[in-house]
C-alpha cells in the first residue's frame, strides 16, 4: 500500500514529534528515520548540537582493595576502570620501563571488548612509563588494568580511555624499599594494594604525559559536505556513514587518527577535526 505524503501537508521535526506518542512510536517503527529526522533538523535525538559531546563526568578511589580505580559516566555510557600491581619483566626492547596488561569485560556477550581491549593495550602501551622501573632489564612494575563495561550507550573508545587515565592517576606506585630479594626472586613486604593506596607519595602511574579521545560519526549533508558528530550514541552510530577517532597526547598535542568508512576527506575535514579533538581534550584535562 502506497501513501500519499501529500495528505499530510509539511510538518516540522518539532510539530512531527509533538504528536502523542508519536516520538516513541516512531523511533520504535523505524529507528533509522527517527535518528534522519532529527540530524535534518541540524539536532540530534538527545537535543546536543552535532559538535556536542555528552555531559562527562569522572570519579576515583571507588575500589578500596585495588591500587587505583575510576567510574567515567559519559551521558548514559558508564566505564570503570580498576588497578592491581604486580611484579613483571620488563622487554628486552625497552628493559627500563614498567608491563602493562589490560583486560575488558563486558555483560553482553556480543559486545566489542576483544577490538576495545586491543586498542586500549596499544593506546597504554605506547605510554609505558619508566617510573614502573624497579631493576634494569629485571624487574618493573605490571599494571594490570581492568576494564569494565557497566553500560553502552555508544562511545566506548573515549570513556574507556579516559577510566584507565584516571585510573592510573589515582594509583599511587610502590618503590624498592617495599620490596624484599630472596633467592634472586623480588617480593612484596606487604599487599601493593593495601600498602600505597592513601599514601602521601606524589608518585602515580600517570606520567606527565597521557592520553585522551574523541570519536566522531560521519555525515554526509545533502549540500555533499562531511560533518561530525561529536561523541555519538550507540543510536546515532548504527547510521552514521564513518567513524573517525583522533587520540590527542597532552601536554605534546601529538595526534593519532584511526578512521574507517567510505567518505572522502579534505584538508579543511582535518582541519575541523583537529579543532574539535583539542577542544575536547581540554575539556577533559579539567577534570582528570
Request: overall charge negative.
Amino acid at each position: 500500500m502506497e501513501i500519499d505524503e501529500s495528505n499530510y501537508g509539511d510538518y516540522d521535526l518539532k510539530t512531527w514529534l509533538n504528536f502523542p506518542q508519536s516520538s516513541n512510536w516512531i523511533q520504535s517503527l523505524d529507528p533509522k528515520a527517527y535518528v534522519l529526522a532529527f540530524w535534518d533538523q541540524n539536532t540530534r535525538p538527545d537535543g546536543r548540537m552535532f559538535s556536542q559531546a555528552r555531559t562527562t563526568k569522572v570519579v576515583t578511589s571507588l575500589l578500596k582493595h585495588s591500587a587505583g580505580s575510576a567510574l567515567v559516566k559519559q551521558g548514559e555510557t558508564k566505564v570503570m576502570a580498576a588497578i592491581s600491581i604486580e611484579i613483571g619483566q620488563p622487554t628486552p626492547e625497552l628493559p627500563d620501563h614498567g608491563d602493562i596488561m589490560v583486560t575488558v569485560t563486558t555483560p553482553d556477550p556480543r559486545g566489542r571488548a576483544d577490538r576495545l581491549q586491543s586498542w586500549l593495550q596499544r593506546m597504554l602501551d605506547e605510554l609505558l612509563p619508566r617510573s614502573l622501573n624497579l631493576m634494569s632489564g629485571k624487574a618493573c612494575i605490571r599494571l594490570v588494568t581492568s576494564v569494565m563495561i557497566l553500560q553502552d550507550s555508544g562511545n566506548l573508545m573515549d570513556a574507556a580511555l579516559l577510566a584507565c587515565m584516571a585510573a592510573w592517576d589515582d594509583t599511587s606506585l610502590p618503590t624498592m624499599d617495599q620490596l624484599q630479594e630472596t633467592q634472586g626472586k623480588l617480593w612484596w613486604k606487604e599487599n601493593p594494594m593495601t600498602s600505597v593506596v592513601g599514601s602521601n607519595s606524589e608518585k602515580t602511574a600517570r606520567e606527565k604525559e597521557y592520553r585522551v579521545s574523541l570519536t566522531m560519526g560521519l555525515l554526509k549533508s545533502k549540500s555533499g559536505k562531511v560533518q561530525f558528530l561529536v561523541d555519538p550514541s550507540l543510536e546515532e552510530a548504527k547510521f552514521t556513514e564513518g567513524q573517525l577517532t583522533i587520540v590527542v597526547s597532552l601536554p605534546s598535542r601529538t595526534l593519532q587518527v584511526e578512521y574507517t568508512g567510505s567518505l572522502g576527506l579534505d584538508a579543511a575535514d582535518m582541519a575541523l577535526a583537529t579543532k574539535l579533538a583539542n577542544g575536547r581534550a581540554d575539556e577533559l584535562s579539567s577534570i582528570l
